[in-house]
């Protein structure tokens, strides 16, 4: 992890406990940008910690520069690379999570995806039953307009009889 491979000398005076409770107080109160540039202060040997923390904020819903990708390769770098540290379980987990919050991001995105084809579908099928409808109309009136001619027809036809007939 670049930057967490030196010591800043003007950190000596606090305890690296003092630091550790200094960063998660800037992540508590959504100074982002404070407790990054601290997380990068941190000594090698605290790498498992400068990880952690620097998943936490890259993580954090509050933070605009947030990257659930690069918090998630913070996270399995304690896993891969820091497997005995007391952080390597709640990183573990923190991959699980992350892994599956990106599958059901995806999932989501597909959902959205097939959504919106559907709807373009419906309108289609609904622009195609309305055209059908209007073309059903038009041939009930084609329709009625032949009963009618056939009718006054067959009233002709009637009316030519009964004058054969009465000559």
């Not at 305890?15 to 000594?43: C, N």
């Not at 659930?68 to 999570?97: D, G, I, T, W």
């Not at 959902?111 to 195609?128: A, D, P, S, V, Y």
């Amino acid at each position: 992890m670049t930057g967490c491979t030196h010591w800043n000398p003007g950190y000596h005076q606090a305890s690296r406990e003092d630091l550790m409770v200094t960063i998660r107080a800037y992540i508590r109160h959504q100074k982002f940008k404070t407790a990054l540039e601290m997380i990068e202060q941190l000594p090698f040997d605290m790498e498992d910690q400068a990880l952690f923390q620097k998943g936490i904020v890259l993580a954090s819903t509050g933070n605009p520069d947030r990257d659930k990708e690069k918090a998630l390769a913070c996270f399995q770098a304690v896993v891969h690379q820091h497997p005995v540290s007391r952080l390597y379980n709640p990183s573990f987990l923190f991959v699980m999570l992350l892994n599956d919050a990106f599958a059901k991001q995806k999932r989501t995105e597909e959902l959205i995806k097939q959504n919106h084809e559907l709807k373009g579908w419906n309108r289609t099928l609904k622009e195609k039953n309305d055209l059908f409808k209007i073309m059903v109309k038009k041939k009930d009136q084609e329709i009625k307009r032949l009963q009618d001619e056939v009718n006054e027809l067959k009233s002709q036809l009637q009316q030519f009889k009964a004058i054969d007939l009465g000559k």
